[in-house]
């Protein structure tokens, strides 16, 4: 008896041990994966000042709003008290923004690459949707970001406990290292002309990626934030095949759909989208009936 319950000892205590190495094997390739530093040969863009292009770049300001706050002032971004805290950055030049600090190369670098100027790699910044931008657009946005109006508010210290560091390791929330999986030397892509078009719909999903939630195939998909519920399916198989190119943006604007779901704005960012112009959504409408109809992902 006594011997059994010493083998049982050692056996636990074993496994304590090989849980605790793996643990600690898994958090340190995190860490050596957000401190890599990477060495970008940042593209040479002019960015004009001149009233065209920041009128123009600004129609991308609800891309950045639903993290970064309706001021770009930054936010907590996240908040779970299990998971952690994580706030996203004032991109102003007030009181603890970076708009000071930004020089023209490290906008592109951050927006187009996902590493901060220090070189270290931007973490959940979705750097790898935005790379999809043509560079007239980019250079818009950048002239936009730097006469964005100045707010004061510091960035808040980031909390990530031992255990999320292991999920992200794991990949629990996706891709979040944008600068690991980019093709740096990629060209830039080049825009359809804008308009109520499905190909210039096309170009919008890939700047929102609506698949990172709603899948790959736009049939269902899980969000990598682990407390939303599932993206529906949103080709021509799920509600969106019954509704006209009005009623999708009606849905956008108030978060209502046709069947009478209220959608829920913390894990559908329809307050940002749908803040987009008529025919961005019209295209957007046209690019999702474009798709094959697809049955609904069976997903848990
Ligand atoms: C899904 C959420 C999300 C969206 C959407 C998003 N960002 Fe970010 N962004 C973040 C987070 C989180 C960080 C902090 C990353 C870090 O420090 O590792 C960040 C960092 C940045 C940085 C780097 C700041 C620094 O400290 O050097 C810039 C610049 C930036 N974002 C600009 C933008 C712009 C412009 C847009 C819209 C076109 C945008 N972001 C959209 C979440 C987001
Ligand atoms: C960050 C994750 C996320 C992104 C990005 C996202 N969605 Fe969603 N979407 C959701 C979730 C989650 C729901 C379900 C919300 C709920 O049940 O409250 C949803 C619901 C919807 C619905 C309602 C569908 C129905 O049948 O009721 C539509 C339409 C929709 N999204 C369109 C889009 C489009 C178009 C894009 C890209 C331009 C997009 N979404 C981007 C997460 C996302």
Redesign the pocket.
Known sequence: MKKALKWIGIILGSLIVIVFIVAYVLISRWDSR?EKKYDIAVEKLTIPGDSMNIARGKR??P??????GEA?QGKV??DDPKIGT????N?TAGNGG?GNK?KDE??IR??RHGV??EG????????K??HHFSKEDLVD?IAY?KKIPPVDNIKGQ?RIPAFTKILMQLGAFGEIISAEILDHKAEFQIAPADGPTAEYGKYLVQLVNCQECHGKEYNGGKSPDPNSPLGPNITAGGNIGKWSSEQFMKTLRTGTTPEGKVLNDTFM?WKHIGQMPDDYLTGIHAYLHSLPKKETAKLN
């Not at 891309?63 to 970064?68: D, G, I």
């Not at 270290?120 to 750097?127: A, F, K, T, W, Y």
């Open positions: 957000t991308w300001l891309l950045c709003q639903s993290c970064h770009l971004f996240f994580i706030y996203s950055p991109l970076i930004y490290d906008w951050s927006l901060n100027p270290r790699p931007l973490v959940i910044m979705p750097s949707d935005f946005l970001l980031n960012p």
